[in-house]
């Protein structure tokens, strides 16, 4: 739980754990961290991966916590897709999410 009564911006270290679920290699991870709403993206960020069907990876984040109006209080979440390389491009194929923390 992150607490916002000193009045600083934490400083979020995360583990984000993603799952490829499709029939091929993922090579790229899209992480978003969201509002419980997730009206508002607190943070995105592009990896490349690698992680086969079935298979599970651990992609560290850090970021600085933006300010949280009192109405987005809650749980977190971490949505990510996997990207899969197919005819030579890149296309989205999976996307899911994680609660992440309460603040």
Known sequence: MINY???TN???DLEA???NPGEIPAVKAIIKV???DKDRV???STQDIAVNPGEEAIIP???TLPEIRTNEL?????LYNCWM????????RTKASRPFCRV
């Open 10 to 12: 934490p400083v979020i």
């Open 85 to 92: 390389r197919t005819a030579n491009r890149c296309s989205g």
């Open 61 to 63: 984040i850090s970021f």
């Open 5 to 7: 009564v000193d009045g």
């Open 42 to 44: 607190l943070f995105e």
């Open 34 to 36: 969201t509002t419980p």
């Open 17 to 19: 754990q993603l799952v």
């Open 74 to 78: 809650g749980i977190f979440h971490t």
